[in-house]
């Protein structure tokens, strides 16, 4: 295996490439990819930056340029449904264009010519992110986590979610947006701006991916705010911890 890992944002990936053996910097496309080992695996980390475009061009250098096997994304995202909630931890099944709508030609969300609306992450990709989404929470969540930012973020009892990512080039922050994809879009648990485009990439070259997100905000008119409160605060260490166990299994 030869795991490519990427992240959106800086704070979500400065863990990770701190953890490497040996790392080395490559500069390709204006991006930094870190390649060495981390805990074991060889990997290649990168920061896609903000949105599709953006993701899949990382995706698609991390594959053609870099070798790698496997991808896997880890970032934050806005809760899809209100069974989801902020602390929560969401792996993709599945993965959605929310913003594509092609219609009447295609109908809304397929992407022309591909015959898909929803791609698919790797199941076996999935149930050892969940797993180590699992053992974070059961053995390192305590000592992680200080009792401050648990009271501040309500993170009583955080729990894992599979099921649909839908991401598009727009922060939703609009509690009639969210609700309206909840609606459009059966199995939705969280909202992103990369997922999907990794996916329909790693569909289209044949690699599997795996997308991890913790839940960040609920996509409604607070989300800005708790976005960058949760991303300044806890989510490097949620996206550190999961990769960590991920690796370790
Ligand atoms: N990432 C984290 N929160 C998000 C939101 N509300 N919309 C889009 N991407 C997000």
């Known amino acids: 295996m030869r795991l ?8 979500e990936q400065q863990g990770l490439v701190e953890a490497m053996q040996g790392p080395y910097k490559l500069i ?31 995706a698609t250098t991390l594959v053609e340029k870099f ?10 995202a806005g809760a899809g449904d209100k069974t989801v909630q902020v602390g929560d931890i969401v792996v993709a099944e599945s993965l959605v264009q ?25 199941h076996r990709l999935g149930t050892r992110l969940a797993d180590a989404a699992q053992a ?3 053995r390192d969540f305590e000592e992680a986590i200080d009792a401050r930012e648990k009271t ?15 991401s598009g080039d727009q922060f939703v922050n609009d509690a009639s947006h969210i609700n309206s994809l909840n609606d459009a879009l059966p199995g939705l648990v969280a909202v992103e701006m990369e997922g999907a485009a990794v996916a329909q990439v790693c569909y289209e070259l044949g690699v599997p991916c795996g997308v991890v997100r913790t839940i960040s905000d609920n996509a409604n008119e607070n989300a800005a705010t708790d976005f960058m409160r949760f991303v300044k605060s806890v989510a490097a ?13």
């Open 4 to 11: 490519g890992i990427i992240s959106a944002l800086y704070e």
């Open 28 to 58: 390709h496309g204006q991006r930094e990819y870190w390649v060495g080992k981390l805990f074991e695996i060889d990997a290649v980390c990168v920061l896609s930056r903000i949105g599709k475009v953006a993701a899949a061009m990382t």
């Open 67 to 76: 070798g790698v096997t496997h991808i896997l994304f880890t970032g934050v």
């Open 98 to 122: 929310h913003d594509m709508d092609a219609s009447p030609l295609f109908p809304r969300f397929e992407v022309p010519l591909t015959g898909l609306s929803h791609f698919p992450a790797d």
């Open 136 to 138: 974070f929470l059961d």
């Open 152 to 166: 501040v973020f309500g993170l009583v009892q955080p729990r894992i979610h599979r099921g649909l990512v839908a």
């Open 237 to 249: 260490r949620y996206a550190f911890h999961i990769v960590r166990r991920f690796c370790l299994q």
